[in-house]
């Protein structure tokens, strides 16, 4: 339950994590997102083994301050100051894990995440070629839907010959109607 809180489910995962390094018996373990992180740490830490942990993004949940913030703040620090290595994809996320103490000196910036601006210059889009963009990923505002969609329409209305689909669940139920009458306006294909 990627958003669950439930403590009784969280102990059961970090048990069904034990079990499966038991089982596997990795040499590493590579883990992203908030739950493996933490849980995934706290079941390699007590079986010996190594994780390297990827922040790909510390999400809504830090940018405001509750218990489940502080909650998750107190869970991370005791699990991932102990794991072998922490990737951040962004300077913001390490700073943030560096000023609350949740990470040690074991911790790496990866080179980047993201399009190479350098390698994909911006050029004219084709006048006659069919032009595709496709978004996976969950549909929330935090992951840009609304720009993808306004984008969608500029561009199509601009190029007609451009076709835009997404892919991924809808997390915020705001977004629901827009997904839906951009889809009925063929703006974009919603593919589910």
């Given at each position: 339950s990627r958003r669950g809180t439930n403590p009784v489910e969280d102990l059961k995962l970090v048990a069904s994590y034990k079990r499966i390094m038991k089982d596997v018996k990795p040499d590493?373990?590579?883990s992203y997102t908030i739950k493996p992180n933490i849980y995934g740490c706290m079941a390699s830490n007590a079986l010996g083994y190594r994780?390297?942990?990827?922040?790909t993004g510390i999400g809504s949940?830090?940018?405001r301050e509750n218990i489940i913030t502080k909650i998750s703040r107190a869970l991370y620090r005791v699990s991932m100051k102990k794991?072998?290595?922490?990737?951040?994809?962004?300077?913001?996320?390490?700073?943030?894990?560096?000023?609350h103490g949740l990470v040690e000196n074991n911790h790496e910036m990866l080179p980047g995440s993201g399009v190479n601006l350098e390698q994909h210059r911006l050029c004219p889009m084709p006048e006659t070629d069919e032009i595709r963009f496709i978004y996976?990923?969950?549909?929330?505002?935090?992951k840009g839907v609304e720009q993808y969609l306004e984008a969608a329409r500029v561009i199509t209305?601009?190029?007609?010959?451009?076709r835009f689909y997404a892919a991924g669940f809808v997390e915020?139920?705001?977004?629901?109607?827009?997904?839906?009458?951009?889809?009925?306006?063929?703006?974009?294909?919603?593919?589910?």
């Open positions: 590493i373990i590579f994780q390297v942990c990827n922040v949940m830090f940018f794991a072998y290595k922490v990737f951040f994809q962004n300077t913001g996320d390490r700073d943030y894990f560096i000023s996976i990923g969950r549909l929330m505002g935090m209305e601009k190029y007609p010959q451009a915020e139920d705001k977004y629901k109607p827009m997904v839906e009458s951009c889809h009925e306006k063929g703006i974009i294909e919603y593919l589910g």
